[in-house]
């Protein structure tokens, strides 16, 4: 007998307002990616210069007191974002889970946009890195709110697109952000570029707060009956640490997301130090690199199936997809040592774009490797080893840089691309190493 709450193809009718739910997440996404870009592009002018910080509104006292962030210390303030986005990512989801999506999203975004606005209070360069860091803890709740609130609303069969939807809010907040904040710092202080991010936040937390509703129950949309949670493993989640399998996803976690981290922060710098563009012209470029950057998510993501068409198995296909975009990266190692900003500006698309296609497979060979009841776990694991990558590369980009700035040079960036251009053959080397043609992990069962 079908459930009343069925259609007539043994699967109960879509839930309405689902697409209102996913138009929510990706105006949230956006706002992360814009929020975490504020300083970076702001970088040139807080560099090698110092700034009065006159009152926002005429009747507030002026605060005579000056700013000077260096590129090490930029470096130090990136790494503690990063990681305080590594210990939240660690917790968000248990928190989320707890309180639900309706308080548990609003209470991250929340955090993550009082961090953003305080960037505008700062007076010395310790409070932006106190600032950085209450932005990395709010900011790495959002893709664990976003894939449960998908999954609440969505049946199976969509929730692959819901998730692309509203993840392409990371390439569109990359996007955004080359375009607003210069003209907001330019018109109105650089202050005012922080506190502008900070009031769309507010904003969406207004709107999420009235408008997201939990499901009344969660269904099994294939046939039409109310879920039961599948009993645990009898394996705890530390245990999963003994299988090589997950090691060589962290490991490829590890290597690969500080070189995106270092296209996020560091590009501003590197346009401004090396083409001498300041905030009024250094907008197309940036824009170009992460428009580009969006559309190799995409074709990234359908590249295995190109493959399977060639007669490969799904695995095969996949590591020929994470080769083929590990080479597309490699031209990248010209870059820090390039004349020409239009060359500078292609590779820099090309490898951008190539990072998301591989970032697209590298996610997927999580569930290759292990069961569904696992694989949010070893995801877990993933981030927290790409993070703490970053917070690692971060200051030791930040004293390359200082010191070739120091010696008046402008080859600073040159062994920085040479690491973004080489990490993922490297990472999928030692991928391959540890799990060879992504054989799945023998678990015990109950």
Same mark, same amino acid.
């Given at each position: 007998?079908?459930?009343?709450?069925? %259609?007539?193809?043994?699967?109960?009718? #879509?839930?309405?307002?689902?697409?209102?739910?996913?138009?929510?997440?990706?105006?949230?996404?956006?706002?992360?990616?814009? %929020?975490?870009?504020?300083?970076?592009?702001?970088?040139? =002018?807080?560099?090698?210069?110092?700034?009065?910080?006159?009152?926002?509104?005429?009747?507030? #006292?002026?605060?005579?007191?000056?700013?000077?962030?260096? %590129?090490?210390?930029?470096?130090? =303030?990136?790494?503690?974002?990063?990681?305080?986005?590594?210990?939240?990512?660690?917790?968000?989801?248990?928190?989320? %889970?707890?309180?639900?999506?309706?308080?548990?999203? #609003?209470?991250?975004?929340?955090?993550?946009?009082?961090?953003?606005?305080?960037?505008?209070?700062?007076?010395?360069?310790?409070?932006?890195? =106190?600032?950085?860091?209450?932005?990395?803890?709010?900011?790495?709740?959002?893709?664990?709110?976003?894939?449960?609130?998908?999954?609440?609303? &969505?049946?199976?069969?969509?929730?692959?697109?819901?998730?692309?939807? &509203?993840?392409?809010?990371?390439?569109?907040?990359?996007?955004?952000?080359?375009?607003?904040? $210069?003209?907001? +710092?330019?018109?109105?202080? *650089?202050?005012?570029?922080?506190?502008?991010?900070?009031?769309?936040?507010? =904003?969406?937390?207004? *709107? *999420?707060?009235?408008?997201?509703?939990? #499901?009344?129950?969660?269904?099994?949309?294939?046939?039409?009956?109310?879920?039961?949670? $599948?009993?645990?493993?009898?394996?705890?989640?530390?245990?999963?640490?003994? @299988?090589?399998?997950?090691?060589?996803?962290?490991?490829?976690?590890?290597?690969?997301?500080?070189?995106? *981290?270092?296209?996020?922060?560091?590009?501003?710098?590197?346009?401004?130090?090396?083409?001498?563009?300041?905030?009024?012209?250094?907008?197309?470029?940036?824009?170009?690199?992460?428009?580009?950057?969006?559309?190799?998510?995409?074709?990234?993501?359908?590249?295995?199936?190109? @493959?399977?068409?060639?007669?490969?198995?799904?695995?095969?296909?996949?590591?020929?997809?994470?080769?083929?975009?590990?080479?597309?990266?490699?031209?990248?190692?010209?870059?820090?040592?390039?004349?020409?900003?239009?060359?500078?500006?292609?590779?820099?698309?090309?490898?951008? +774009?190539?990072?998301?296609?591989?970032?697209?497979?590298?996610?997927?060979? +999580?569930?290759?490797?292990?069961?569904?009841?696992?694989?949010?776990?070893?995801?877990?694991?993933?981030?927290?080893?790409?993070?703490?990558?970053?917070?690692?590369?971060? $200051?030791?980009?930040?004293?390359?840089?200082? !010191?070739?700035?120091?010696?008046?040079?402008?080859?600073?960036?040159?062994?920085?691309?040479?690491?973004?251009?080489?990490?993922?053959?490297?990472?999928?080397?030692?991928?391959?190493?540890?799990?060879?043609?992504?054989? !799945?992990?023998?678990?015990?069962?109950?």
């Amino acid at each position: 007998m079908r459930s009343e709450a069925t %259609d007539g193809l043994g699967e109960p009718p #879509p839930l309405r307002g689902r697409w209102t739910v996913c138009a929510m997440l990706f105006v949230a996404t956006t706002i992360n990616y814009v %929020d975490r870009q504020v300083l970076s592009i702001l970088k040139p =002018i807080l560099h090698g210069q110092t700034i009065h910080l006159q009152p926002l509104f005429s009747a507030w #006292p002026s605060v005579e007191t000056t700013i000077n962030v260096t %590129d090490r210390e930029y470096g130090y =303030i990136l790494a503690g974002f990063q990681v305080a986005y590594a210990l939240g990512v660690v917790f968000a989801g248990r928190l989320v %889970d707890r309180l639900g999506c309706r308080r548990g999203y #609003p209470l991250v975004t929340g955090l993550w946009s009082l961090a953003a606005m305080a960037h505008a209070l700062v007076r010395s360069v310790m409070g932006f890195g =106190i600032a950085r860091f209450f932005l990395g803890l709010g900011e790495s709740g959002n893709f664990p709110a976003a894939i449960k609130a998908t999954a609440e609303w &969505f049946p199976p069969k969509e929730r692959a697109l819901a998730t692309g939807i &509203f993840n392409s809010g990371a390439g569109v907040g990359a996007i955004v952000a080359p375009l607003v904040v $210069p003209w907001v +710092a330019i018109h109105f202080g *650089w202050r005012s570029a922080f506190l502008v991010t900070g009031i769309f936040s507010v =904003i969406w937390i207004v *709107w *999420w707060s009235i408008r997201y509703r939990k #499901p009344q129950e969660t269904m099994d949309w294939t046939r039409g009956q109310v879920v039961v949670a $599948p009993s645990a493993d009898v394996l705890p989640w530390w245990g999963l640490l003994r @299988y090589r399998q997950a090691w060589g996803f962290m490991i490829g976690k590890f290597l690969t997301d500080p070189v995106w *981290w270092f296209f996020l922060f560091w590009l501003p710098q590197y346009f401004h130090s090396r083409f001498g563009l300041d905030l009024t012209h250094m907008g197309p470029p940036l824009v170009t690199v992460y428009v580009v950057s969006t559309i190799g998510s995409v074709y990234g993501g359908w590249l295995p199936k190109g @493959y399977l068409r060639l007669g490969m198995t799904l695995k095969a296909a996949r590591l020929a997809a994470m080769l083929t975009c590990a080479c597309c990266v490699l031209p990248v190692v010209m870059v820090g040592s390039l004349s020409s900003e239009w060359i500078a500006v292609g590779l820099l698309s090309l490898a951008a +774009a190539a990072h998301q296609g591989w970032s697209a497979n590298i996610f997927t060979t +999580a569930s290759d490797m292990f069961p569904s009841e696992h694989v949010g776990t070893v995801v877990s694991f993933g981030q927290v080893a790409g993070a703490l990558g970053g917070a690692i590369f971060q $200051p030791i980009a930040g004293d390359v840089l200082q !010191r070739a700035h120091e010696m008046h040079t402008q080859s600073g960036f040159v062994p920085l691309f040479i690491y973004s251009g080489c990490a993922y053959l490297i990472a999928l080397a030692l991928l391959r190493t540890l799990a060879p043609g992504l054989k !799945r992990a023998e678990l015990p069962s109950n």
